[in-house]
Protein backbone atom coordinates (compact mmCIF):
# COMPACT_ATOMS: atom_id res chain seq x y z
CA UNK A 1 0.00 0.00 0.00
CA UNK A 2 2.58 2.32 0.32
CA UNK A 3 4.93 1.43 -1.54
CA UNK A 4 4.84 4.12 -4.57
CA UNK A 5 4.66 6.67 -1.90
CA UNK A 6 8.47 5.89 -0.17
CA UNK A 7 9.77 4.69 -3.89
CA UNK A 8 8.99 8.91 -4.01
CA UNK A 9 12.74 9.57 -3.76
CA UNK A 10 13.81 11.02 -0.48
CA UNK A 11 15.29 14.35 -1.82
CA UNK A 12 11.09 15.65 -1.81
CA UNK A 13 10.77 14.22 1.88
CA UNK A 14 14.22 16.23 2.36
CA UNK A 15 12.74 19.33 1.23
CA UNK A 16 9.01 19.28 2.80
CA UNK A 17 11.25 17.83 6.51
CA UNK A 18 13.90 20.94 5.83
CA UNK A 19 11.28 23.77 5.65
CA UNK A 20 9.69 22.33 9.10
CA UNK A 21 13.18 22.12 10.46
CA UNK A 22 13.78 25.53 9.66
CA UNK A 23 10.45 26.73 10.87
CA UNK A 24 10.91 24.97 14.26
CA UNK A 25 14.34 24.16 14.67
CA UNK A 26 16.28 26.45 13.67
CA UNK A 27 15.24 29.72 15.53
CA UNK A 28 16.44 28.01 18.38
CA UNK A 29 20.03 28.63 17.39
CA UNK A 30 20.65 31.14 19.67
CA UNK A 31 19.96 28.84 22.69
CA UNK A 32 21.86 25.96 21.13
CA UNK A 33 25.03 28.22 20.74
CA UNK A 34 24.38 29.63 24.09
CA UNK A 35 24.21 26.44 25.98
CA UNK A 36 27.35 24.94 24.17
CA UNK A 37 29.07 28.57 25.41
CA UNK A 38 28.91 28.18 28.63
CA UNK A 39 29.69 24.19 28.98
CA UNK A 40 32.32 24.49 26.99
CA UNK A 41 33.93 28.19 27.96
CA UNK A 42 35.23 29.31 24.79
CA UNK A 43 33.27 30.62 21.87
CA UNK A 44 35.48 29.00 18.91
CA UNK A 45 34.66 25.29 20.43
CA UNK A 46 31.07 26.50 20.91
CA UNK A 47 30.57 27.28 16.87
CA UNK A 48 31.85 23.96 15.84
CA UNK A 49 29.92 22.04 18.76
CA UNK A 50 26.53 23.61 18.01
CA UNK A 51 27.11 23.62 14.46
CA UNK A 52 27.59 19.40 14.79
CA UNK A 53 24.94 19.43 16.99
CA UNK A 54 22.38 21.40 14.49
CA UNK A 55 23.37 18.77 11.81
CA UNK A 56 22.45 15.98 14.32
CA UNK A 57 19.26 17.47 15.08
CA UNK A 58 18.48 17.34 11.48
CA UNK A 59 19.65 13.83 10.76
CA UNK A 60 17.26 13.02 14.15
CA UNK A 61 14.37 15.16 12.71
CA UNK A 62 12.04 12.53 11.16
CA UNK A 63 12.05 11.21 15.20
CA UNK A 64 10.64 14.30 16.40
CA UNK A 65 6.89 14.90 16.24
CA UNK A 66 5.86 18.03 18.07
CA UNK A 67 6.09 19.49 21.23
CA UNK A 68 8.99 21.20 22.81
CA UNK A 69 11.52 22.09 19.77
CA UNK A 70 13.92 23.85 21.67
CA UNK A 71 14.41 21.49 24.54
CA UNK A 72 14.91 19.24 22.07
CA UNK A 73 17.10 20.68 20.19
CA UNK A 74 19.01 21.41 23.62
CA UNK A 75 19.13 17.56 25.05
CA UNK A 76 21.21 17.04 21.75
CA UNK A 77 23.55 20.35 22.35
CA UNK A 78 24.32 19.38 25.40
CA UNK A 79 24.85 15.36 24.61
CA UNK A 80 27.28 16.68 21.86
CA UNK A 81 28.80 19.02 24.43
CA UNK A 82 29.51 16.24 26.83
CA UNK A 83 30.54 14.11 24.01
CA UNK A 84 33.11 16.74 23.01
CA UNK A 85 34.59 17.09 25.96
CA UNK A 86 35.40 13.89 27.18
CA UNK A 87 36.81 13.53 23.83
CA UNK A 88 39.25 17.18 24.02
CA UNK A 89 38.96 17.72 27.82
CA UNK A 90 38.40 14.87 29.86
CA UNK A 91 39.67 16.32 32.92
CA UNK A 92 36.92 18.98 33.08
CA UNK A 93 34.35 16.16 33.65
CA UNK A 94 35.98 14.55 36.74
CA UNK A 95 35.17 17.60 38.92
CA UNK A 96 32.94 15.65 41.51
CA UNK A 97 29.54 16.26 41.36
CA UNK A 98 29.12 17.95 45.14
CA UNK A 99 26.23 16.28 46.85
CA UNK A 100 26.68 18.04 49.85
CA UNK A 101 25.11 21.75 50.33
CA UNK A 102 27.48 23.07 53.22
CA UNK A 103 25.94 25.55 55.34
CA UNK A 104 27.49 28.76 54.51
CA UNK A 105 26.66 32.35 55.98
CA UNK A 106 24.31 33.81 54.06
CA UNK A 107 25.95 36.88 52.43
CA UNK A 108 24.41 40.18 51.83
CA UNK A 109 22.32 41.33 49.16
CA UNK A 110 24.33 44.20 48.79
CA UNK A 111 27.36 43.07 48.83
CA UNK A 112 26.22 40.43 45.91
CA UNK A 113 24.80 43.31 43.83
CA UNK A 114 28.76 44.70 43.92
CA UNK A 115 30.62 41.40 42.89
CA UNK A 116 27.29 40.66 40.15
CA UNK A 117 27.87 43.90 38.71
CA UNK A 118 31.31 43.27 37.16
CA UNK A 119 30.31 41.47 34.48
CA UNK A 120 33.62 39.83 34.09
CA UNK A 121 33.63 38.33 37.57
CA UNK A 122 30.16 36.97 37.05
CA UNK A 123 31.44 35.69 33.42
CA UNK A 124 34.26 33.77 35.68
CA UNK A 125 32.35 32.85 38.78
CA UNK A 126 30.03 30.83 36.58
CA UNK A 127 32.98 29.40 34.36
CA UNK A 128 34.49 27.94 37.45
CA UNK A 129 31.10 26.44 38.48
CA UNK A 130 31.16 22.41 37.63
CA UNK A 131 29.61 21.84 34.09
CA UNK A 132 26.96 20.28 36.02
CA UNK A 133 25.65 23.45 38.00
CA UNK A 134 26.82 25.73 35.27
CA UNK A 135 24.00 23.93 33.00
CA UNK A 136 20.86 23.96 35.52
CA UNK A 137 21.70 27.90 36.07
CA UNK A 138 22.72 28.53 32.16
CA UNK A 139 18.75 26.85 31.53
CA UNK A 140 17.16 28.39 34.16
CA UNK A 141 18.64 32.24 34.85
CA UNK A 142 19.62 33.05 30.97
CA UNK A 143 17.49 30.41 28.59
CA UNK A 144 14.59 31.18 31.18
CA UNK A 145 13.21 27.29 31.18
CA UNK A 146 11.44 25.83 33.30
CA UNK A 147 12.30 22.61 36.01
CA UNK A 148 10.31 20.39 33.69
CA UNK A 149 12.66 21.49 30.70
CA UNK A 150 15.15 21.25 32.37
CA UNK A 151 14.90 17.81 33.80
CA UNK A 152 13.72 16.77 30.27
CA UNK A 153 17.05 18.45 28.82
CA UNK A 154 19.69 17.31 30.89
CA UNK A 155 18.30 14.32 31.96
CA UNK A 156 17.82 14.74 35.48
CA UNK A 157 14.53 13.78 37.89
CA UNK A 158 12.53 16.77 37.82
CA UNK A 159 12.64 16.54 41.58
CA UNK A 160 16.31 16.79 41.48
CA UNK A 161 16.46 20.17 39.41
CA UNK A 162 15.87 22.23 42.08
CA UNK A 163 18.36 21.46 44.60
CA UNK A 164 20.56 21.12 41.43
CA UNK A 165 19.78 24.45 41.24
CA UNK A 166 19.78 25.54 45.11
CA UNK A 167 23.52 23.90 45.27
CA UNK A 168 24.78 25.76 42.07
CA UNK A 169 23.38 28.69 43.54
CA UNK A 170 25.21 28.55 46.84
CA UNK A 171 28.35 27.91 44.49
CA UNK A 172 28.23 30.62 42.33
CA UNK A 173 27.63 33.41 45.82
CA UNK A 174 30.47 31.59 47.01
CA UNK A 175 32.61 32.07 43.90
CA UNK A 176 31.43 35.37 43.10
CA UNK A 177 32.26 36.84 46.84
CA UNK A 178 35.79 35.03 47.72
CA UNK A 179 37.18 35.89 44.71
CA UNK A 180 38.57 39.45 45.71
CA UNK A 181 38.77 42.32 43.36
CA UNK A 182 42.32 42.32 43.48
CA UNK A 183 42.53 38.90 42.23
CA UNK A 184 39.84 39.29 39.90
CA UNK A 185 42.23 42.06 38.09
CA UNK A 186 44.64 40.33 38.29
CA UNK A 187 43.58 37.35 36.43
CA UNK A 188 42.55 39.70 33.73
CA UNK B 1 21.98 29.16 61.02
CA UNK B 2 20.62 26.13 58.90
CA UNK B 3 17.03 26.79 57.83
CA UNK B 4 15.29 23.51 55.98
CA UNK B 5 13.74 25.71 53.88
CA UNK B 6 16.47 27.73 52.51
CA UNK B 7 18.08 24.85 50.70
CA UNK B 8 15.09 23.98 48.46
CA UNK B 9 11.67 25.25 48.83
CA UNK B 10 13.13 28.70 48.56
CA UNK B 11 14.18 28.01 45.02
CA UNK B 12 11.33 26.83 43.80
CA UNK B 13 9.62 29.87 44.93
CA UNK B 14 11.87 31.94 43.61
CA UNK B 15 11.78 30.49 40.04
CA UNK B 16 7.75 30.47 40.61
CA UNK B 17 7.86 26.20 40.64
CA UNK B 18 5.42 26.05 43.77
CA UNK B 19 1.88 25.55 43.42
CA UNK B 20 -0.40 28.11 45.01
CA UNK B 21 -0.66 26.01 48.70
CA UNK B 22 3.02 25.74 48.96
CA UNK B 23 3.50 29.12 47.77
CA UNK B 24 1.63 30.39 50.48
CA UNK B 25 2.97 28.28 53.13
CA UNK B 26 6.64 29.91 52.47
CA UNK B 27 5.21 32.93 52.28
CA UNK B 28 4.23 32.66 56.00
CA UNK B 29 7.01 31.19 57.14
CA UNK B 30 9.21 34.01 55.53
CA UNK B 31 7.96 36.61 58.11
CA UNK B 32 8.95 34.44 60.47
CA UNK B 33 12.10 33.10 59.36
CA UNK B 34 15.35 35.95 59.14
CA UNK B 35 17.63 33.41 57.24
CA UNK B 36 14.91 32.64 54.30
CA UNK B 37 14.46 36.62 54.22
CA UNK B 38 17.58 37.23 53.61
CA UNK B 39 18.67 34.28 51.28
CA UNK B 40 16.04 35.52 49.15
CA UNK B 41 17.14 38.64 49.02
CA UNK B 42 20.34 37.67 48.07
CA UNK B 43 19.26 35.09 45.68
CA UNK B 44 17.15 37.89 43.69
CA UNK B 45 19.88 39.80 43.61
CA UNK B 46 22.23 37.14 42.25
CA UNK B 47 19.45 36.19 39.46
CA UNK B 48 19.29 40.63 38.66
CA UNK B 49 22.98 40.69 38.27
CA UNK B 50 22.78 37.59 35.80
CA UNK B 51 20.70 38.99 34.00
CA UNK B 52 21.45 42.32 33.55
CA UNK B 53 24.85 41.22 32.50
CA UNK B 54 24.12 40.48 29.19
CA UNK B 55 26.13 36.49 29.79
CA UNK B 56 23.77 35.56 27.54
CA UNK B 57 25.72 34.66 24.10
CA UNK B 58 23.88 35.09 20.71
CA UNK B 59 25.09 32.70 17.71
CA UNK B 60 27.28 34.59 15.05
CA UNK B 61 26.19 35.48 11.83
CA UNK B 62 28.71 33.12 10.45
CA UNK B 63 27.79 30.23 12.34
CA UNK B 64 24.24 30.51 10.70
CA UNK B 65 25.49 30.60 7.39
CA UNK B 66 27.36 27.22 7.98
CA UNK B 67 24.70 25.68 9.51
CA UNK B 68 22.90 26.36 6.17
CA UNK B 69 25.51 25.17 3.84
CA UNK B 70 25.60 21.86 6.23
CA UNK B 71 21.55 21.79 5.09
CA UNK B 72 22.07 22.37 1.80
CA UNK B 73 24.40 20.04 1.41
CA UNK B 74 22.61 16.89 3.82
CA UNK B 75 19.46 17.88 1.55
CA UNK B 76 20.82 17.74 -1.52
CA UNK B 77 20.69 14.36 -3.52
CA UNK B 78 24.53 15.00 -4.69
CA UNK B 79 25.43 13.44 -0.87
CA UNK B 80 25.41 9.88 -1.65
CA UNK B 81 28.78 10.30 -3.49
CA UNK B 82 30.63 11.80 -0.31
CA UNK B 83 29.19 9.57 1.86
CA UNK B 84 31.07 6.28 2.47
CA UNK B 85 28.49 3.45 1.54
CA UNK B 86 27.83 1.43 4.52
CA UNK B 87 27.12 4.88 6.24
CA UNK B 88 24.44 6.14 3.29
CA UNK B 89 23.03 2.18 4.18
CA UNK B 90 22.68 3.29 7.45
CA UNK B 91 20.49 6.64 6.57
CA UNK B 92 18.56 5.11 4.48
CA UNK B 93 17.74 2.12 6.39
CA UNK B 94 16.52 4.72 9.88
CA UNK B 95 14.82 6.57 6.84
CA UNK B 96 13.33 4.05 5.54
CA UNK B 97 12.18 2.30 9.41
CA UNK B 98 11.31 5.90 10.54
CA UNK B 99 9.20 6.62 7.20
CA UNK B 100 7.19 3.24 7.44
CA UNK B 101 6.49 3.85 11.35
CA UNK B 102 4.68 7.02 10.23
CA UNK B 103 3.18 5.82 7.33
CA UNK B 104 0.90 3.20 9.79
CA UNK B 105 0.86 5.77 12.44
CA UNK B 106 -0.47 8.41 10.65
CA UNK B 107 -3.59 8.50 8.53
CA UNK B 108 -3.62 10.24 5.41
CA UNK B 109 -5.98 13.49 4.84
CA UNK B 110 -5.68 12.90 1.07
CA UNK B 111 -4.07 11.31 -1.87
CA UNK B 112 -3.92 13.85 -4.17
CA UNK B 113 -1.17 12.67 -6.93
CA UNK B 114 -0.64 16.50 -7.99
CA UNK B 115 0.42 17.71 -4.81
CA UNK B 116 2.33 15.76 -1.97
CA UNK B 117 -0.34 14.57 0.81
CA UNK B 118 -0.68 16.35 4.25
CA UNK B 119 -1.00 14.01 6.90
CA UNK B 120 -2.87 14.28 10.25
CA UNK B 121 0.74 14.64 12.47
CA UNK B 122 1.48 17.73 10.40
CA UNK B 123 -1.89 19.40 10.82
CA UNK B 124 -1.59 19.00 14.21
CA UNK B 125 1.56 20.01 14.68
CA UNK B 126 0.44 23.10 13.30
CA UNK B 127 -2.35 23.70 15.51
CA UNK B 128 -0.21 23.37 18.38
CA UNK B 129 2.44 25.87 17.09
CA UNK B 130 0.15 28.27 16.35
CA UNK B 131 -0.55 27.97 20.50
CA UNK B 132 2.48 29.05 21.34
CA UNK B 133 2.65 32.66 22.70
CA UNK B 134 2.71 35.13 19.86
CA UNK B 135 2.26 32.70 17.05
CA UNK B 136 -1.22 32.24 16.81
CA UNK B 137 -1.93 35.09 14.63
CA UNK B 138 -0.33 37.88 12.21
CA UNK B 139 -3.41 39.62 11.77
CA UNK B 140 -5.68 40.07 14.74
CA UNK B 141 -9.25 41.48 13.90
CA UNK B 142 -12.74 40.06 14.77
CA UNK B 143 -13.62 42.04 11.24
CA UNK B 144 -14.10 39.58 8.23
CA UNK B 145 -13.39 42.73 6.45
CA UNK B 146 -9.86 43.57 7.99
CA UNK B 147 -8.73 40.04 7.73
CA UNK B 148 -9.73 39.11 4.46
CA UNK B 149 -8.06 42.09 2.56
CA UNK B 150 -4.99 40.97 4.62
CA UNK B 151 -4.48 38.09 2.81
CA UNK B 152 -4.34 39.68 -0.41
CA UNK B 153 -1.27 38.79 -3.02
CA UNK B 154 0.11 36.61 0.04
CA UNK B 155 -1.75 33.52 -1.63
CA UNK B 156 -2.51 32.36 -4.89
CA UNK B 157 -6.36 32.49 -3.75
CA UNK B 158 -8.65 34.11 -1.69
CA UNK B 159 -9.59 31.92 1.35
CA UNK B 160 -13.14 32.70 2.29
CA UNK B 161 -13.32 34.73 5.55
CA UNK B 162 -16.21 34.94 7.35
CA UNK B 163 -17.72 35.77 10.58
CA UNK B 164 -19.38 33.18 12.88
CA UNK B 165 -20.02 35.29 15.92
CA UNK B 166 -23.76 34.31 16.22
CA UNK B 167 -23.26 30.66 15.71
CA UNK B 168 -20.83 30.61 18.48
CA UNK B 169 -17.93 30.86 16.25
CA UNK B 170 -15.83 33.95 16.48
CA UNK B 171 -13.22 34.84 14.15
CA UNK B 172 -10.28 36.74 16.22
CA UNK B 173 -7.73 36.68 13.48
CA UNK B 174 -5.50 34.85 10.54
CA UNK B 175 -2.05 34.43 9.59
CA UNK B 176 0.21 32.75 7.24
CA UNK B 177 1.31 29.03 7.64
CA UNK B 178 2.98 26.71 5.72
CA UNK B 179 2.23 23.05 5.53
CA UNK B 180 4.33 20.12 3.50
CA UNK B 181 6.04 23.01 1.76
CA UNK B 182 2.95 25.01 0.96
CA UNK B 183 1.69 28.02 1.92
CA UNK B 184 -1.89 28.18 3.69
CA UNK B 185 -3.88 30.69 4.91
CA UNK B 186 -4.81 29.96 8.68
CA UNK B 187 -7.99 31.36 9.87
CA UNK B 188 -8.44 31.34 13.46
CA UNK B 189 -11.78 31.11 15.41
CA UNK B 190 -12.36 30.98 18.72
CA UNK B 191 -14.98 28.43 20.39
CA UNK B 192 -15.87 29.50 23.92
CA UNK B 193 -12.20 28.99 25.86
CA UNK B 194 -11.19 27.11 22.84
CA UNK B 195 -9.01 27.62 19.41
CA UNK B 196 -10.14 26.38 16.33
CA UNK B 197 -7.56 26.97 13.23
CA UNK B 198 -8.74 26.44 9.78
CA UNK B 199 -6.27 26.10 7.07
CA UNK B 200 -7.23 26.34 3.57
CA UNK B 201 -4.71 25.75 1.03
CA UNK B 202 -5.72 25.82 -3.34
CA UNK B 203 -6.20 22.63 -4.72
CA UNK B 204 -7.22 20.80 -8.31
CA UNK B 205 -8.96 18.32 -6.76
CA UNK B 206 -12.63 17.49 -6.95
CA UNK B 207 -14.82 18.84 -4.10
CA UNK B 208 -15.42 16.31 -1.88
CA UNK B 209 -17.72 16.28 1.04
CA UNK B 210 -17.10 17.22 4.80
CA UNK B 211 -15.63 13.77 5.87
CA UNK B 212 -16.25 12.38 9.21
CA UNK B 213 -13.73 13.79 11.74
CA UNK B 214 -10.70 12.25 12.77
CA UNK B 215 -8.90 12.05 16.13
CA UNK B 216 -5.86 12.10 17.68
CA UNK B 217 -3.82 12.85 20.54
CA UNK B 218 -6.93 14.87 21.87
CA UNK B 219 -7.18 16.93 18.79
CA UNK B 220 -9.91 16.53 16.20
CA UNK B 221 -9.84 17.34 12.76
CA UNK B 222 -12.24 17.52 9.86
CA UNK B 223 -11.51 17.72 6.55
CA UNK B 224 -12.96 19.03 2.97
CA UNK B 225 -12.20 20.08 -0.43
CA UNK B 226 -14.91 22.71 -2.24
CA UNK B 227 -14.13 24.94 -5.37
CA UNK B 228 -10.58 24.80 -5.62
CA UNK B 229 -10.00 24.63 -2.09
CA UNK B 230 -8.77 22.49 0.61
CA UNK B 231 -9.93 22.93 3.93
CA UNK B 232 -8.57 21.29 7.42
CA UNK B 233 -10.34 22.29 10.52
CA UNK B 234 -8.33 21.19 13.55
CA UNK B 235 -8.98 21.92 17.27
CA UNK B 236 -9.36 20.43 20.80
CA UNK B 237 -13.28 21.02 20.67
CA UNK B 238 -15.79 18.39 20.45
CA UNK B 239 -15.82 16.74 16.95
CA UNK B 240 -19.52 17.72 16.98
CA UNK B 241 -18.66 21.51 16.99
CA UNK B 242 -16.17 21.13 14.94
CA UNK B 243 -18.30 19.50 12.41
CA UNK B 244 -20.90 22.46 12.68
CA UNK B 245 -18.26 24.80 12.06
CA UNK B 246 -17.41 23.12 8.65
CA UNK B 247 -20.97 23.01 8.03
CA UNK B 248 -20.93 26.85 8.29
CA UNK B 249 -18.00 27.36 5.95
CA UNK B 250 -19.25 24.88 3.80
CA UNK B 251 -22.07 26.45 2.96
Request: glycine share 6%; hydrophobic share 40%.
Amino acid sequence: MSGSDQGRGSDVLDAQERARFEQLVLPHLDAAFNLARWLLRSRADSEDVAQEAMLRAFRFFRGFHGGDARAWLLQIVRNTCYTWLEKNRPVELMTEFDEEMHPQPSVSPEALAIAGDNRDRLTRALESLPPRFREVLVLRELEGCSYKEIAAITAIPIGTVMSALARGRQRLQRALTHSSPQEASREL
Amino acid sequence: MSCDYTRTVLHGYLDGELDATRAGEFERHLEACRECANTLGAEESLRSSLQRSGLYEHAPVSLRKRIRADLDAATAPALALRIPVWRWFAVAAAILLVASISWYAWPRLQNSAASAPVTAAEIIDAHVRSLQPGHLMDVASTDQHTVKPWFNGKLAFIPPVKDFADEGFSLIGGRLDVLNGQNVAALVYARRKHIVNVFVWSTKEPDTPIHPPGSRQGYQWVHWRHQGMEFCAVSDVSAADLHELAQLLYE
